[in-house]
């Protein structure tokens, strides 16, 4: 069974651009989490998204968001980039709510 | 807002010694995972623990979970390089309809041969 993939794997952007990042779930998987993970931060919960719906939300800025597609890839796109929006970006799918297999992740650096 | 403080955040010992890795909170979780995450990769689930005083053993490797379901701890015995790596616990809140993964912000370990 493939793990979950997430495109591109480096990113470098300038202030004030948008950026999208993708995530393939495990097939089956229908759950999908967004992460910011920074050093000394760890990881901080973006939002989740089941059946297309969006289920949960962390406390990010409205430039932060996400959507699901009907097959549960999901992406996540974040406008007005700013110098503090680089960080490693972590997708996790899940079949139930009890383990998080996460993808490789997308590293953001914004200039 | 639910908490979870992990201890240390950075430790680096001699292959051989033994060590422990706290997670801590005021907050009572359903259950707590404990992660590891080596460069450039995901974290990837070692083991969860769901019932209070819970212990769990992965080889090397003992879990606990606190009594009161707030706290757990990881205990690596005799530790290798192959255990070098990002150490992260999450708590499992749920309340309602609503489900987090509330994360420590992480213990980098380094195992010197």
Known sequence: KAGVTQTPRYLIKTRGQQVTLSCSPISGHRSVSWYQQTPGQGLQFLFEY?????????????????????????????????????????????????????????????? | TQLLEQSPQFLSIQEGENLTVY?????????????????????????????????????????????ARKDSSLHITAAQPGDTGLYLCAGVWAEDSNYQLIWGAGTKLIIKP
């Open chain 1, 50 to 111: 089941f059946s297309e719906t969006q289920r949960n939300k962390g406390n990010f800025p409205g430039r932060f968001s996400g959507r699901q597609f009907s097959n549960s890839r999901s992406e996540m796109n974040v406008s007005t980039l700013e110098l503090g929006d680089s960080a490693l970006y972590l997708c996790a799918s899940s079949e139930s709510r009890s383990e998080a297999f996460f993808g490789q992740g997308t590293r953001l650096t914004v200039v």
């Open chain 2, 23 to 67: 997670c801590n909170s005021s907050s009572v979780f359903s259950s707590l995972q404990w992660y590891r995450q080596e460069p450039g990769e995901g974290p990837v689930l070692l083991v969860t623990v769901v019932t209070g005083g819970e212990v769990k053993k992965l080889k090397r490797l003992t879990f606990q979970f606190g009594d």
